[in-house]
Every structure is written in C-alpha cells, then in structure tokens.
C-alpha cells in the first residue's frame, strides 16, 4: 500500500444492514483500507445505532482493520466490551468524558489504538493537551449523530491547527475526519494535514469502488 494516500474508512452506517456480511465483502473488495463502526447511545447523540454484538458480527465478516467511533457517555465502561468484539481502535469524545487520560490509557492497555474526537463546537485549544496519548484525533466535520449532513468547511482551520500541533511535538499521531466527506470536501482536509477519511453518503450512494480510488487519489 502506498502509505501517502490517505486511508479511506466507509461508514458502516450507511451500509445495507440486511445485508451486512455481503456490504464488508463488497467494501473490502472495493478497496476501503477500514471499516468505521458509529457506535451511538441515544443520549449523547440524538440517535441509536449499535453496539459490541453486532460489533463483533461485523469482525467475523471482515479482516479490515475496524474503527469504532463511541459516540456515548461513560466510554469507559464500554472499552472492554468492543475489545472483546474485535476493535482495532477506539475513539473517543472529548466532550463524553471527565476522564478523557484515564479512558486514552486504558484503550492502550489493551492492545489497540486510542483515539480522541472533537466536536464542531470545542475549541481547537483543547487538543495539544493529549495528542500523546492518542494514535488518532478525529475532527467531526458536521456535528455528530445522523449521516448526510453538509461539510462545515470552518473545521478546516481546525485540521491545520491539530496537524501543526502534532508537528509541534514531534508526533506520529494521524488526523481523521469525518463528515460529509466527498471527493471535494476530502481534498480541502487532505491538504490541511488529515490523512483518514470517513465517509458514507457519498460511497455508498454512488459505485463504491469508483468512489474509494477517487478519494485515495486525493
């Protein structure tokens, strides 16, 4: 894989889920390079998705690499359960948790990748404090909760301040964004410093393998 393209995640979400073990054959034959799993409780979001068993059905069903997006509050209480489901790398919202060291720690304790996200409405000052724990940073480029919701290019600005923040401190840690990601929006973040993109609208709702080789091309 050539490791300066950005790494392309379609959003389970926006999958077929009656046909789920056919849509991670379908992606992973496309040529995703990850599978990102919305993980959303109803409280912290205004939606509902799913959780470690179907988590752990989608890993029986896939060899990529699986990206979990914990969109809940108490995200620690739920590390252990999506570790057993087969996460590869957990992420989780600054905005979710008081104990944002502890539950980085503890994703890493356990053998896979921590990530740490940021909503539209926090400042991006808030993000350099724990770059070294993280392996990722996501930034939501919409706010988080349903799919299909337009790009707000003003994160755009918060993509290069954590990418500069990250060279700052001699880190490897890499940016994802996620949120009305399309060919277009996925070339703005790709310059300004992210180097994974999520997204599920516009992959899914067009020819999937056509879409993916678009954004690697970025």
Do not use: W
Not at 125 to 135: A, F, R, S, T, V
């Amino acid at each position: 894989m050539d490791k300066t393209r950005p790494l392309v995640a379609p959003s389970i979400i926006s999958a077929d889920f009656s046909r789920l073990k056919e849509e991670l054959i379908r992606i992973e034959e496309a040529g995703a390079d990850l599978v990102h799993v919305d993980v959303m409780d109803g409280q912290f979001v205004p939606n509902i998705t799913l959780g470690p068993m179907v988590t752990a059905a989608i890993r029986k069903s896939t060899k990529l690499f699986l990206d979990v997006h914990l969109m809940i509050y108490n995200p620690f209480d739920y590390i252990e359960p999506f570790v057993k489901a087969g996460a590869n790398r957990i992420q989780v919202h600054f905005e979710s948790t008081e104990d944002i060291e502890e539950t980085l720690k503890y994703i890493r304790k356990c053998n896979i990748e921590s990530g740490l996200v940021f909503s539209p409405e926090t400042s991006h000052e808030m993000i350099p404090k724990y770059l070294e724990l993280c392996d990722t940073v996501l930034i939501m480029t919409v706010r988080p909760g349903f799919g299909g919701q337009a790009f707000m290019p003003d994160m755009l600005e918060k993509i290069r301040f954590t990418k500069e923040a990250i060279e700052r401190q001699g880190l490897k840690t890499k940016i994802e964004v996620d949120g009305g990601i399309d060919e277009k929006t996925g070339a703005q973040c790709i310059d300004a410093g992210a180097s994974i993109l999520v997204a599920g609208t516009y992959l899914f709702n067009g020819d999937l393998k056509a879409n993916i080789e678009k954004l690697h091309g970025l």
